[in-house]
C-alpha cells in the first residue's frame, strides 16, 4: 500500500514545471523562486519577502502591479463577450475601439500618419513571425518570390519562436534549436562600447555599421531582401542606444534597396522611452511595427502589428484575386484583451504615466551614476527613459572584459535580489538591465538603486575572485 505524500510548492514545481528560458540543472538543484503578490513596484516572494521590481517582470508591467481598472475592465469583458474570434470577417465592439486607438496613437504621438491597419496576436514572439511571413507575402503578391531575406543584427532579440528566434542574434537563444534558419541574415551589433575600435569616435562607428549594412546587402543582393527588423534600443542585448545618425543611415539604405523596415517595439512601446513610442524617439519610419508587452501591462497576453499603408495598398488590391488571407491564430484580437488595452491605455494617458517617464528618465540615469559611476568594475551606463543597462568590465581603463564564462552580471544579480530589488541578468553582454514601471516614484527609484548599489559593494569580492583565477584577461571586442 502507497501513502499520499506532502509535496511543497517547490518540490511539485520540481516534479511538474517546464521552465522556459531557465536551466532545468539549476531548477532541479535550487528550486523555483516562487512569488506570491504584488502591487505597485513591489512583489513579494513565498517567503514574505518584499523586492522592488526594477524590471517590470520582463520589461513589460508597465503600469504597475495590482490595478484594479485593469482586473475589472478584463471582468466585464468577460461576463458580457468571454471569446469572439476574427476569422471570416468576424469581430467585436472592443476590439475594433483598440485596432482604431492605436492607429491614432501612432499617427498623433509618433509622427506615424502612413500606418493603416493593425493585425493582433498573443505574444511579441508571435508578433514578429507575422511580421516575417507577412513580408514574404507581400513581395510574393508584388510578383517579386525572390525577395525573402531578412536582414537582423547580432546581439537583437526578437521572440523565440522558429522565425522570431531566429530573428534574434543572440547565440544561446540558438544553441541546439537548428538555428537560424535559412533567410535569415545578422549584420554587425551597433554598441559603440563594447564593438567600437580603438580611438573610434561614436559617427565613425557609425559609418561602419552603415558600411557593414551596405556590404551584407551587396553580397547576398538586394533583389533577394525583403525586410531588415531592428528595436529602437536592444533591449535583451544589452539596452544598447542607437549610435549617432544610425537609423537616419539605416532607412537611407533600405529605401534604396526596396526594403521594407520591421520595428519591433515589444519593449520600448507605450511609453518606455519617455514617448509613447520609439518610433517617434528615433524618428522612424517602419513599414510594420510589432507591439506586445507594455500593450496591455501585461495583464493579458496580447499582441499587435501595426502595418503601413505601402503593404496595406498591396494586400487589399490584390486580394479578391489571391484569395483570403490565411493567418491568424485563434485568440486573434481576443475581447478581453481589447478591453484590457483599452483600458490600460486609459490609465496611461490618465495618469500622465508617458510624461512621468520623461520626467523621471533623468532621475535614474543620475541615480545610477552617482552609485555606481566611481565602481572599476562598471565600464559604461547608458539609459534612455526608464530603460538602463549597467554593463560590468574587468578594467575600465583598459577596456578588458571579465573571462570568459564567468558572468559578473549574474552575481551582482543575485546578490541584489537578496538585497530586495530585482533586476535582469542578460545573455549577450554582462549587462544588468532597469525597466521599472512607468508609475514608479522618484523615491523608489532611489530606494530601488541604493539597494542595487548595496549589492554590488556586498559582490565586489566575487568579482575580484574571478580575475584571480584568470590573469590574462581579453579586450572587449
Not at 519577502?49 to 481598472?69: H, S, T
Not at 580603438?198 to 552603415?210: A, H, L, N, T, V
Request: net charge negative; charged share 20%.
Amino acid at each position: 500500500m502507497t501513502h499520499p505524500q506532502n509535496f511543497s510548492l517547490a518540490d511539485m514545481d520540481r516534479q511538474s514545471l517546464f521552465h522556459p528560458v531557465s536551466s532545468i540543472a539549476d531548477v532541479n538543484r535550487n528550486g523555483p523562486t516562487i512569488y506570491s503578490h504584488a502591487e505597485g513596484v513591489m512583489v513579494r516572494n513565498a517567503s514574505g519577502k518584499d523586492l522592488i521590481d526594477m524590471g517590470a517582470g520582463l520589461w513589460c508591467v508597465n503600469v504597475g502591479y495590482g490595478r484594479q481598472e485593469l482586473a475589472e475592465a478584463a471582468a466585464k469583458s468577460m461576463r458580457e463577450l468571454s471569446f469572439q474570434h476574427l476569422f471570416g470577417g468576424a469581430s467585436c465592439e472592443a476590439t475594433i475601439r483598440l485596432a482604431d486607438r492605436l492607429l491614432g496613437l501612432f499617427r498623433e504621438k509618433a509622427a506615424a500618419p502612413h500606418m493603416a491597419r493593425v493585425f493582433f496576436g498573443t505574444s511579441g514572439s508571435d508578433a514578429n513571425d507575422t511580421a516575417f511571413k507577412l513580408v514574404r507575402y507581400y513581395n510574393n503578391l508584388r510578383g517579386l518570390p525572390k525577395k525573402k531575406k531578412v536582414i537582423s543584427r547580432v546581439g537583437a532579440y526578437h521572440g523565440l519562436t522558429y522565425a522570431s528566434g531566429s530573428l534574434t542574434g543572440i547565440a544561446a537563444y540558438h544553441k541546439a534549436f537548428d538555428l537560424p534558419i535559412p533567410d535569415v541574415l545578422h549584420t554587425s551589433c551597433p554598441h559603440h562600447f563594447a564593438f567600437g575600435l580603438p580611438g573610434e569616435s561614436e559617427q565613425e562607428f557609425s559609418d561602419r555599421m552603415i558600411a557593414d549594412l551596405e556590404a551584407l546587402i551587396a553580397r547576398e543582393g538586394g533583389d533577394t531582401i525583403a525586410a531588415f527588423i531592428a528595436e529602437p534600443v536592444m533591449g535583451t542585448g544589452g539596452v544598447f542606444l542607437p549610435p549617432a545618425n544610425y537609423f537616419d543611415r539605416v532607412q537611407q539604405v533600405l529605401d534604396a534597396h526596396d526594403i521594407l523596415f520591421i520595428v519591433d517595439e515589444v519593449i520600448t512601446g507605450f511609453g518606455r522611452t519617455g514617448q509613447w513610442f520609439g518610433t517617434g524617439t528615433y524618428n522612424l519610419r517602419p513599414d510594420i511595427v510589432s507591439l506586445a508587452k507594455g500593450l496591455t501591462s501585461a495583464y493579458f497576453p496580447m499582441s499587435a502589428n501595426v502595418i503601413s499603408e505601402r503593404i496595406w495598398s498591396v494586400l487589399e488590391s490584390t486580394s479578391a484575386d489571391v484569395g483570403a488571407f490565411m493567418h491568424g491564430f485563434t485568440y486573434s484580437g481576443h475581447p478581453v484583451g481589447s478591453a484590457v488595452a483599452l483600458a490600460n491605455i486609459d490609465l496611461i494617458e490618465r495618469e500622465g504615466l508617458v510624461e512621468n517617464t520623461a520626467n523621471l528618465a533623468s532621475r535614474l540615469a543620475c541615480a545610477l551614476n552617482d552609485r555606481l559611476g566611481d565602481n572599476p568594475f562598471v565600464g559604461d551606463i547608458r539609459s534612455v527613459g526608464l530603460m538602463a543597462g549597467v554593463e560590468f568590465v574587468a578594467d575600465r581603463a583598459k577596456r578588458q572584459a571579465f573571462p570568459q564564462g564567468s558572468a559578473p552580471h549574474r552575481i551582482v544579480a543575485r546578490h541584489a535580489t537578496e538585497a530586495g530589488v530585482l533586476t535582469r541578468e542578460l545573455r549577450f553582454l554582462p549587462v544588468n538591465s532597469f525597466s521599472p514601471p512607468l508609475s514608479i516614484t522618484a523615491a523608489e527609484i532611489d530606494e530601488g538603486v541604493d539597494r542595487y548599489a548595496a549589492a554590488l559593494a556586498a559582490a565586489m569580492p566575487e568579482l575580484a575572485a574571478l580575475l584571480s583565477h584568470s590573469p590574462k584577461l581579453e579586450p572587449l571586442q
